[in-house]
């Protein structure tokens, strides 16, 4: 009697279960995909494997994203921005025109799609490696229905908890400058606080805090921090107006901040 395979169970997925699984002919799932990330990088701490994982995650989301229009986009050359001149349509357009029931992802897979992002930069092992999938996240995806203010504003607060946990003074300028980033999006209350939170080394760096009710930087009454660098233009940076729409291609990370990041 032949052993028959028995598809692991999703919250075990790793990235041996994976290669398993395909060795059985088997594809997994975006879901699957984005659970055996999780394991890897969260709970097993193996950064190569998530990273091996999420290319094969990668490839399989824009391999669906290509179905929104076949017709006139191909895989190795898709349009992720409008262009101009031919007047094509960017694939978040493509998405809203075409029907719910026709769409390659369903609201599910994305919600993994963007829980991957958020988990790559939340877990990475150092500052460039979360940086890297944080810009992952705006270049690809700014004009393709996975982009999402929530999704981008967690991936920052990631990178700046990460920053401020470094105790890097080198890399402490930049993480203030993502806090002001960050005060200019519309965040909830809930993200304020845990901004509050996980900024606070780089708070006490300069002698700064936010203000009671987290709208903007004032200086700290408990510290009296002596730094070279000019906070002065900062003080009273007010976060963004309620319902102000966002101009996405803002909220990148300035170029001299994501070379620094990158070395």
């Known amino acids: ?16 279960t994976i290669e398993t699984m ?3 002919g088997q594809e997994p799932t975006l879901t699957e995909l984005t659970q055996a990330i999780m394991n890897e990088a969260k709970y097993s701490g193996d950064w190569s494997a998530a ?60 919600k993994y799609v963007r829980q991957a992002y958020q988990i790559m930069v939340r877990y990475s092992p150092t500052i460039k490696d979360a940086t890297k999938y944080y ?10 229905p ?16 990460l920053i401020s946990k470094s105790n890097d003074i080198g890399f402490m300028e930049k993480g203030l400058e993502l806090v002001q980033i960050a005060l200019n999006r ?33 200086k700290s009454v408990s510290c009296n921090q002596i730094t070279a660098y000019d906070v002065s233009s900062l003080i009273g940076c007010k976060k963004g107006k309620k ?6 291609r803002s909220l990148r990370i300035p170029e001299l901040i994501s070379a620094d990041l990158m070395e």
């Open 135 to 144: 810009l992952h996240l705006l270049t690809n995806h700014l004009d393709t």
């Open 146 to 161: 996975i982009f999402d203010d929530e999704c981008v504003s967690h991936c920052l607060i990631s990178l700046i908890f």
């Open 22 to 24: 395909r060795s059985f």
């Open 243 to 248: 319902n102000r729409k966002h101009d996405n």
């Open 186 to 218: 519309n965040l909830h209350d809930k993200q304020l606080e845990v901004l509050a939170d996980v900024s606070k080394e780089i708070f006490a760096h300069y002698g700064l805090q936010l203000n009671k009710i987290h709208s903007s930087l004032e």
């Open 51 to 110: 990273t091996t994982l999420f290319q094969d995650f990668d490839k399989l989301v824009w391999k669906r994203l290509a179905r929104l229009g076949n017709d006139i986009m191909n895989l190795e050359n898709m349009e992720k921005t409008r262009d101009e001149t031919n007047n094509k349509l960017t694939l978040t357009q493509l998405w809203l025109e075409t029907p719910v029931a026709l769409r390659p992802l369903s609201k599910t897979e994305i």
């Open 1 to 16: 009697m032949s052993r028959q395979h028995t598809k692991p169970s999703i919250c075990f997925c790793t990235k041996y």
